[in-house]
């Protein structure tokens, strides 16, 4: 048995800073990692994904070239060989520094293995028993495969298994309709695909505003991407090479290649959290109060595996949150953590705070303002006209509730607001900002000037 001051269990994008933390303050911390440091993020989902977006854009920036008034002599060709290897070597290079940062820590052992807790205090690994006062868990999440009828008899990828494809499917079917099948189709599509969606929900992107579900679905289905919604019942059978989906009785539709992006499911049925006593809820994710400690005294969630967030800064912000408050004699808390994001399709779409429909639910008395890109200098002279933004407010408090940029740089320009909602300043306040011109961020103030009651 080795004791340790701290065990932590997964290396995503909490635990190794953390422990980082612990071992650059000397204490004695144990790092257990059962695939690659840097877990998803790095090795299966922002990192690759957004180097393969990029490619893609490249292709569709290529293929419009001739309205720019550059002009390629012969066909635009993809490689997948070279999108692939530009993709891995991101991968490789991010887990290859992180490798060795985490390897630079004299009182840290990195223990590579599968880590089942036995009690409340120990940790086995490779048939070696671990002990501490204090257990993290940064165990992340998997892909998620329903028990479709027939799916055990076709091939499927996953988000992981896709980024091993080196060819363009002739026709990629994507079962999902959410981030991570829309990033997929949309760059497949560029990269030449056929490609066609296939949702459950009534709409694509069903947690935003329909206004923002319906510019993105014209967006996807400008570019050629065929998509279906309220798909229910599905089954699968294998045809030819491929594979035929059928849905909402009749409906088939027949693919080269298939992609399963339907959510993801909790690691946390192969960790003997019940040995140990730490509570999940009905959908396996870990149960935390709002300092990220489970039901267990010294054992700690953090990131996806407790269902708090599903994003890597989400996962990183509950480091900092366990790291204030364990080592800095801080009180951060979860539920101050103002919820943001981005959906990586081209435009991207830029979210903070609440939806308007959200908004509309609270009871609060509202204000909106939105304005279409077209309308926004810099997406014109850019020649990227799609979407729009959108702001909503409190009449009362003068707070922004949230905000929408669908549209260029929407990525970028929604920090103005997560920053203004951070700070918490009234809106009253921001609207005689004098902006950069020509910028997207720029349209803000009058966006607020524009605030009407709904
Ligand atoms: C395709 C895709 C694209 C994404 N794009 C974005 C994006 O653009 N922006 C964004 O913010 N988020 C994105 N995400 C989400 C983001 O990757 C995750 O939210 C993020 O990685 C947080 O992970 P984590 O720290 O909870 O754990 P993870 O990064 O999932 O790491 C958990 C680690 O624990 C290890 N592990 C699990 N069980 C055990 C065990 N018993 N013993 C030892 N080790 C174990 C795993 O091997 C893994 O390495 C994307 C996800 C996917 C799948
Ligand atoms: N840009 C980003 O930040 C980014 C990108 C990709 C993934 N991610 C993270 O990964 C997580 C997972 O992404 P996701 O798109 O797989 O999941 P999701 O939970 O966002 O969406 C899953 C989609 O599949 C549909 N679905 C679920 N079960 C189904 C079933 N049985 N049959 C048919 N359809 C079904 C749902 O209606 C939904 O639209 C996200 O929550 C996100 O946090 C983030």
Redesign the pocket.
């Known amino acids: 048995m080795t004791e340790y001051d701290a065990i932590f269990i997964g290396a995503g994008q909490a635990g190794p800073f953390l422990a980082a933390r612990m071992a650059a303050d000397g204490q004695k911390v144990a790092l257990i990692e059962r695939k690659f440091l840097g877990g998803t993020c790095v090795n299966a ?2 990192m690759p ?2 180097t393969l977006v990029a490619s893609a854009h490249a292709a569709a920036a290529a293929r419009r070239a001739a309205s720019f008034g550059v002009i390629f002599r012969g066909p635009i060709d993809v490689d997948m060989t070279v999108v692939k290897a530009r993709a891995e070597k991101v991968t490789l290079d991010a887990r290859k520094a992180l490798t060795e940062w985490l390897g630079s820590f004299d009182s840290m052992s990195v223990i590579y293995g599968h880590a089942l807790l036995e009690d409340q205090r120990t940790v086995v690994v490779n048939s070696e028993k671990l002990t501490a006062p204090r257990i993290f868990i940064n165990v992340g ?1 998997r ?2 495969i ?1 028990a ?1 009828p027939g799916i055990n008899e076709v091939d499927y990828f996953t ?1 992981t298994s896709i980024l091993q494809l080196c060819s363009v499917p002739e026709h990629l079917v994507v ?9 997929f189709a949309q760059m497949y599509r560029r990269f030449g695909a056929k490609v066609t969606v ?4 009534p709409r ?4 935003e505003d329909d206004d923002v579900s319906c510019a993105v679905e014209e967006i996807l289905r400008s570019e050629g991407v065929a998509t279906h919604t309220s ?2 019942g ?1 089954s699968f059978r294998r045809d030819g090479d491929g594979v035929e989906v059928r849905f909402s009785k009749d409906t088939l539709v027949h693919g080269s290649h298939l992609l399963l ?4 499911t909790p690691n946390t049925d192969d960790l003997g959290l019940a040995s140990a006593g730490v509570r999940i809820d009905d959908r396996g994710f870990i149960e935390v109060n709002d300092r990220l400690e489970t039901s267990v005294a010294g054992i700690w969630a953090l990131g ?1 595996c407790n269902g708090r ?4 800064h989400t996962s990183y912000n509950d480091y900092e949150i366990s790291a204030a408050n364990l080592l800095d004699g801080d009180n951060r808390k979860l539920s101050d953590r103002i919820p943001a ?4 399709i081209d435009p991207p779409l830029g979210r903070v705070g609440m939806t308007e429909d959200e908004a509309r639910r609270s009871g609060k008395s509202i204000l909106v303002s939105a304005r279409p890109m077209s309308r926004v200098g810099r997406a014109v002279e850019k020649g990227e006209t799609a979407g729009f933004m959108k702001l909503i407010a409190d009449a009362d408090t003068k707070q922004i509730l949230g905000a929408s940029v669908l549209g260029v740089g929407g990525d970028e320009v929604i920090h103005g607001i997560i920053d203004a909602k951070t700070a918490g300043i009234p809106f009253s306040d921001l609207k005689w900002a004098v902006p950069i011109h020509p910028t997207v961020s720029e349209l803000f103030p009058t966006l607020i000037r524009d605030l009407r009651p709904m």
């Open positions: 989902g922002c994904t957004k999440a892909p998620t329903p479709f988000s079962i999902g309709g959410s981030y991570i099948g829309l990033e296939i949702e459950r929900g694509l992107l069903s947690r798909a229910s599905f992006a339907v959510g993801r996806d967030g599903a994003f890597t994001y981005a959906l990586y």
